[in-house]
């Protein structure tokens, strides 16, 4: 008879990271959200459910439901993310995760509202591994350069924004573990998110953005977007600047409408608030809502204008005109999926990373009035904020 191994329990003030740091096996998966006190933390697959191909979001989110749906609720859940372009082949740098990539741990150790689990399964499946990364980066001028070009397709047409990611590349092995550590670290507030692959291969980061957090019939969101540095003096600045008004209203006017036709009841916050984080400040206004009957909001919310624009269709069809790099999983949703509910994370301000080298991700909103620099400079805050956690062997980034 084979016996199931026994739970590796955390030692006494460990959190979810430096438990999930300590195993040997892989794939390791965390979603762990600080402000709310809740994770999800996974070593080796049960399970996997991957799409390789491309594949709408809403048939994804189907498959998605209905496992977790089959699943105990005392169990994990299904952990993982989706690109945020499903329907788009990914590039060799993103091949490994497809268009969806979610695992139920062998593994597990989660809290939620409150209540410790943790967990082993009796059967594991084994990963292939993964396929060559190849990561690239994009100059500043190239930057600038898709800044002005986006400027022009505003004008004239019925877009409203557009958002634009850049990537930098940056040289050296990622030493995973202690960069995260080092993140949570510096970062105090936010939701940390890390798939590891295997040793030297994976994607992690902080993001400040919740997609949704849904209870039953109960879901609480946000409309984050326009960001200032820390000082409060940009904060000040930030609540009283038009674009960044203008730039946040979109997101905002997005998700209420998307959730408006099946909700109960809907709350929204009159005015933005500043939500403030260790390196960075961004304009949020929190919207919770009640649903008359259980339905797909992955599909329904993802992507807000905070990472696409709007017109969505307009957006995302300039995004893939103006973007050299493929997205991946970076502002897509990573999270865990449970029976009766999910919590799902705007993968931002994340780096992937294979062999030697990684690749970071970060964007900007592009409006009426943007300025490129401003733009740019945007950018290079929240670069900072990221590469000051990072512990690899080059600590010298490419740009």
């Known amino acids: 008879m084979v016996r199931t191994p026994e739970f590796p329990h955390p030692r006494e003030g460990t959190s979810p990271l430096r438990w999930l740091a300590e195993q040997s096996e892989f794939p ?10 809740e994770w999800a933390a996974g070593v080796g697959a049960a399970a996997i459910f991957t799409v390789a191909a491309p594949t709408p979001t ?8 209905q496992r977790a749906a089959a699943e105990p609720a005392e169990g994990p859940g299904w952990i993982g993310g989706i690109r945020f372009a499903s329907e788009r082949e990914p590039s060799s740098a993103w091949a ?9 741990p062998h593994t597990w150790w ?13 059967e594991r499946v084994t990963l292939a591994r993964p396929p060559s990364a190849e990561l690239s980066g994009e100059s500043a001028g190239a930057y600038l350069s898709r800044v002005r070009a986006a400027l022009d397709e505003l004008e004239g047409s019925k877009l409203e924004k557009i958002v634009l990611s850049r990537c930098v590349h940056r040289a050296g092995e990622i030493q995973a573990e202690a960069t995260i550590e080092k993140m949570a670290q510096n970062e105090p507030s936010g939701t940390i998110y890390w798939i590891a692959l295997d040793a030297t291969d994976g994607f992690f980061g ?19 977007a326009a960001t200032c540095g820390p000082r409060e003096t940009d904060g000040a600045a930030l609540l009283a600047d038009e674009k960044s008004l203008r730039e946040h209203a979109y ?6 409408a998307a959730l408006r036709p099946g909700a109960a009841e809907l709350d929204v916050a009159t ?9 960075l400040h961004h304009l949020r206004t929190p919207i919770t809502a009640r649903l008359r009957a259980s339905g797909p909001l992955i599909s329904r919310l993802h992507p807000t204008p905070a990472v696409c624009g709007t017109p969505y269709t307009e957006a995302e069809a300039a995004i893939a005109r103006l973007e050299q790099q493929d997205r991946g999983l970076y502002a897509g949703g990573v999270g865990w999926c449970q029976r009766d509910g999910e919590s799902i994370y705007v993968a931002l301000r994340g780096a992937r990373y294979s062999g030697g080298a990684c690749a970071a991700y970060l964007g900007a909103g592009i409006v009426r009035g943007s300025r490129p620099e401003a733009e740019l400079q945007e950018l290079e805050l929240k670069a900072a ?6 512990a690899s062997t080059n600590d010298e980034a490419k740009t």
């Open 206 to 224: 902080v993001t400040p953005e919740t997609l949704y957090r849904r209870r039953g019939a109960q879901v609480e969101t946000e409309a984050l």
């Open 385 to 390: 904020a990221l590469f000051a956690s990072f």
């Open 271 to 279: 005015a933005p608030e500043l939500l403030r984080m260790a390196r």
């Open 110 to 122: 989660t809290k939620r509202d409150g209540v410790e689990r943790k967990g082993v399964e009796g």
């Open 251 to 256: 997101v905002r006017d997005a998700i209420v």
């Open 58 to 65: 809403a048939v994804i989110e189907r498959e998605l439901v």
């Open 28 to 37: 390791k998966v965390l979603v762990w959200d600080r402000d709310r006190d």
């Open 96 to 104: 490994a995760f497809g268009a969806s990539w979610w695992i139920r």
